[in-house]
């Protein structure tokens, strides 16, 4: 009787509307999914109406999840502050992408990772088998680009950029390392390798083929090696250290970048011209406390002739775009949940998801979407205080509800 007692606890009111969760971040998956594939309209339908439907059926679902939950003093203080900083933020940058990341945090209570983890696969692998079947009949044109280190073409395979089928790719893999945790078998790794093999032979895209195999062997790792608490805690301790490190690492080399210098040269061509997109802007637009209005058609001076806000790096991203305290706000309830992990000796598929897009995030400003980051969905333990086990739709024994 306790036990149901505290489980109704965890997963509060709101936890009995989840189906409206589920459904605004199945619309969110659509949007996503079908804004990659290289269409205009399907049938007489105009892509951009389909995506209007899904923006305002994932603003009902999660208005009405956010009112059917129950809240505290604390979390509403908490939640408030959040609100203010990326309102301003987004007045700033003209971007709401934040502030989905905080709607879908927010209207969390009761909400099960892996059913995210199954409507984002879904999604993605239907994305794919609608994206390349087309380009192969030749209903959907592939958009050609050269190779960065200009040998050979590059095939969009029916999305709207080469990098497209990798990263739609990258997620169909991270969603199913997540779900299939904790019971990963030798099948899962050799299903996501071959995946893999195929981003880099058939789409040539190495930053997503790269990610995939880390993704792998940190699965491997978190799945098979840390199963006694002091390997638990020392896994969130070394992927929080990772992720600081890597935030402090990104903004270092976008300060210091230095096109006379041959080390940052080739580091820039290995990173296919990350440092200069991330150097360019933040020389010609500085960093501010919530933003910055960066122009979208802004022509950059660069060889290939990049249009747009291009920075992929997601922790530069964050910051010129969005502004420092945001970005603090967001890597700081990142590092916040690892310690809350690290305090609980918690092992589950929440710091599996959040963990595999750490490197990612590194390359790619990917991260910065829920879509795609849906692990970031564990912050709600921190917002209202619940146990992370509490997200696997198991509670660990002994666990008590404990915030940060």
Request: charged fraction near 15%; proline fraction near 2%; glycine fraction near 8%.
């Amino acid at each position: 009787m306790g036990d149901s007692l505290e489980q109704s606890r965890y997963c509060g009111h709101g936890g009995d509307y989840c189906y409206l969760y589920y459904v605004a971040f199945a619309a969110f998956c659509f949007w996503r999914t079908i804004s990659y594939i290289n269409i205009d309209q399907f049938a007489i339908i105009y892509v951009d109406d389909l995506v209007t439907v899904a923006k305002l059926v994932m603003l009902l679902g999660l208005v009405s999840k956010l009112l059917l939950q129950r809240y505290d003093l604390k979390s509403l203080i908490l939640m408030g502050f959040c609100l203010l900083v990326l309102l301003l933020s987004s007045q700033t940058s003209l971007s709401k992408q934040l502030l989905w990341f905080f709607l879908f945090v927010c209207a969390a209570q009761g909400v099960k990772i892996k059913m995210l983890a199954r409507i984002c696969l879904w999604f993605y692998v239907v994305a794919l088998i609608v994206g390349v079947s087309g380009w192969f009949v030749g209903e959907i044109e592939a958009i050609e680009a050269l190779r960065f280190d200009s040998e050979g073409i590059r095939s969009s395979l029916g999305f709207r950029h080469p990098n497209s089928f990798g990263y739609i790719a990258m997620t169909v893999c991270f969603s199913l390392l997540v779900l299939r945790f904790p019971d990963l078998r030798m099948r899962d790794f050799l299903l996501t390798a071959g995946i893999a093999v195929a981003v880099n032979v058939v789409a040539g895209s190495r930053t997503s083929f790269i990610a995939i195999i880390l993704g792998i062997i940190v699965a491997a790792v978190y799945g098979h090696f840390c199963k006694t608490e002091r390997a638990r805690k020392l896994f969130a301790v070394s992927s929080a250290s990772v992720l600081i490190m890597l935030f402090a690492v990104s903004l270092a080399l976008m300060v210091c970048y230095d096109p006379e210098n041959e080390v940052f040269v080739g580091l820039n061509r290995l990173l296919s011209s990350r440092l200069s997109y991330a150097s360019y802007y933040f020389h010609n637009y500085s960093l501010s406390l919530f933003g910055s209005n960066i122009p979208q058609n802004l022509l950059m001076n660069t060889t290939d002739a990049t249009v747009g806000f291009v920075v992929d790096n997601a922790f530069c991203n964050l910051c010129l775009r969005y502004g420092i305290v945001p970005a603090v706000l967001f890597v700081g309830t990142w590092v916040g949940i690892y310690i809350k992990a690290f305090m609980s000796g918690y092992r589950g598929p929440c710091i599996l998801a959040l963990t595999l897009w750490i490197v990612v995030a590194f390359a790619e400003s990917t991260v910065l979407t829920f879509v795609s980051n849906f692990g970031f969905v564990a912050a709600v333990s921190l917002l209202y205080g619940y146990p992370l086990a509490s997200l696997d739709g198991e509670r660990a024994a002994g666990q008590k509800p404990q915030g940060l």
